[in-house]
């Protein structure tokens, strides 16, 4: 068990102070090693304390899992966090993000960020001295693909050859299962409608990034694309910041829905992901979401378990 410690700890070293504001700051032997970490902590295998850091949460939209999971992570790590609602700070009055971060730098230690542009948490890594940690933004959810890849190993005791489909809006949290599954040799197919595919610069990053023999694919058809799938995963078709496109949406996306057909299509054995909230009746129905293939709560309580081994990284815990 100690020499096993030490390999993780050697293994994670490079994480120390680093950034993770897309997937593809992991590579695929740190992202296995974080996995192992993660489940040392979730079996109480193993307890880390950091004495008392400080994480400060910078959060623009609405979040309960991502704000509670990193809340607890650090309160199960000795540590404390700090609601930077940013209508109640300087941020919302428009001061600087450059000078937001070099005074946050001097009083936290880790900052955690949900906002909109891709680009306003790069000019947070930029200029902060600690790190800084994507919990989400138009183009990228990469915790929540570290939840969802160590649920589906936990699962499937494997990841690599497995087959996920992804069925709707091609989003942030396709783009960072397309970026994280690439890495770690799974089969990802994401399915939309024609117009709302994903990004294809992330298709073209996932590709270039694919390891032992990873397929990553676009395509339309929903009946043909979860023909073989072990994981079938589904998000709203609306996501924050599109409220107003809902019932457009709505219609588009409607041949699009996760139900018991389409799980029928996959096998028996296929299990279902959502990083939620959900919106039943429409990309899911309920009886898929209750359904004996779900792994849906899994999935959810695994944020915390992977963000805690991401702090505890990136503060030197090991
Ligand atoms: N899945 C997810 O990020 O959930 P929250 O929006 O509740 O944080
Ligand atoms: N795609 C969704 C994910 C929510 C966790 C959104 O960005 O709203």
């Not at 694919?210 to 996501?239: M, R």
């Not at 699009?256 to 429409?282: F, M, S, T, V, W």
């Amino acid at each position: 068990m100690a020499s096993a410690s030490i390999g993780l700890a050697s293994k994670l070293s490079n994480l120390r102070k680093s950034n993770f504001i897309s997937s593809s700051d992991l590579t695929h032997d740190q992202i296995i090693s974080l996995f192992e970490l993660s489940k040392q902590l979730k079996f109480g295998n193993r307890r880390i304390d950091l004495g008392n850091r400080v994480l400060g949460l910078i959060f623009k939209k609405a979040s309960t899992r991502t704000r509670v999971s990193f809340q607890v992570a650090m309160a199960r790590l000795g540590g404390q966090t700090v609601d930077l609602n940013p209508q109640l700070t300087q941020l919302g009055r428009g001061e600087p993000i450059k000078d937001t971060a070099r005074v946050l730098s001097r009083y936290c230690d880790v900052l955690a960020i949900r906002t909109f542009s891709q680009g306003e948490l790069e000019e947070y890594a930029q200029w902060s001295t600690i790190p800084i940690v994507n919990a989400l933004t138009d183009l990228e959810h990469p915790c929540q693909a570290l939840a969802d890849y160590l649920t589906i190993q936990e699962k499937f005791n494997q990841l690599k050859g497995i087959n996920l489909t992804y069925i709707g809006d091609g989003n942030n949290v396709a783009n960072s299962l397309m970026i994280c599954g690439a890495m770690l040799g799974v089969n990802v197919k994401i399915c939309s409608p024609n117009g709302f595919e994903a990004d294809s610069k992330i298709v073209e990053k996932a590709k270039s990034l694919s390891k032992f023999g990873s397929k990553i694919s676009i395509s339309n058809d929903p009946l043909l694309a979860v023909k073989e799938a072990q994981v079938i995963y589904t998000d709203v078709w609306a996501s924050m910041g599109q409220e107003k496109e809902q019932l457009k949406r709505k219609e588009i996306f409607d041949k699009y829905q996760i139900d018991q057909n389409l799980i029928k299509l996959a096998g028996e054995d296929a299990i279902l992901l959502h990083c939620l909230p959900a919106h039943r009746g429409e990309e899911i129905t309920d009886e898929a979401f209750e359904s004996k293939n779900s792994s849906i709560f899994d999935q959810a309580e695994n944020r915390l378990h992977v963000q805690q081994a991401l702090l505890a990284v990136q503060l030197g815990g090991l």
